[in-house]
């Protein structure tokens, strides 16, 4: 996580869609952030150190998309039924699913596609209407 | 999609998690695959022939993930409400994500997380209960 994504958290906690858009490649620059991403990740997969020092950053990240996600149980925005970590483990591979593509093929990804993927997975997440 | 997906599919059409859990780094051969995958889309991301050829290989592989959602679909087993080709996106996407994570952290990600975290999945595009 970095100082745009705290900045953005900072200025509306409850906007997750928007602490999380700033993890997905939104624009040229952001693909190249995606760019060094994949590198460094690729790195890490043959480098026990890095391996290391890229889990314990997961560790963060991750425990931040908890966190969030708890507050949209609370506020009942979703359901969480299959655990809340593994819910925010789902939602950090899918961002970094779209990322890949998104930068892989950015004609056919751009920002308002990536942005309604990651809409369209928490909205699955909504409360399911009760059965009288 | 390898011969060993083909092989899965043509065993079951229907399995749908079977077919997709092929493409999970859910053993050692499986990581080693996924390993050189990483490099492989690292790479088309500054090649711009490798970049064709990526988006193609894709083209294929979401297709018949189409067309897998679209026989659940038939069969009721789900819905998908914001439309089959962003649904085998969002899936396509979410398989990249696991296997990053099962290949950076396999001790935290055995086959049987990955298999579920898919599982999860799906279960949230299971139909709505009606409201009477």
Do not use: Y
């Amino acid at each position: 996580m970095n100082s745009r994504m705290e900045r953005k958290l900072r200025q509306d906690p409850e906007d997750i869609i928007g602490f999380l858009s700033e993890a997905l490649p939104l624009s040229r620059c952001g693909r190249d952030e995606t760019k060094v991403w994949f590198c460094f990740w690729s790195r890490a997969m043959h480098d026990s150190e890095l391996g290391l020092m890229q889990r314990s950053m997961h560790c963060r990240w991750r425990g931040k998309v908890d966190r969030l996600l708890e507050g949209m149980v609370k506020r009942g925005e979703i359901c969480v039924n299959c655990g809340a970590e593994d819910e925010a483990e789902a939602l950090c591979a899918l961002i970094n699913g779209i990322g890949l593509r998104a930068t892989l093929d950015p004609e056919n990804w751009p920002a308002k596609r990536q942005v309604k993927t990651l809409e369209d997975h928490l909205a699955h997440l909504a409360p399911k209407a009760s059965v009288h």
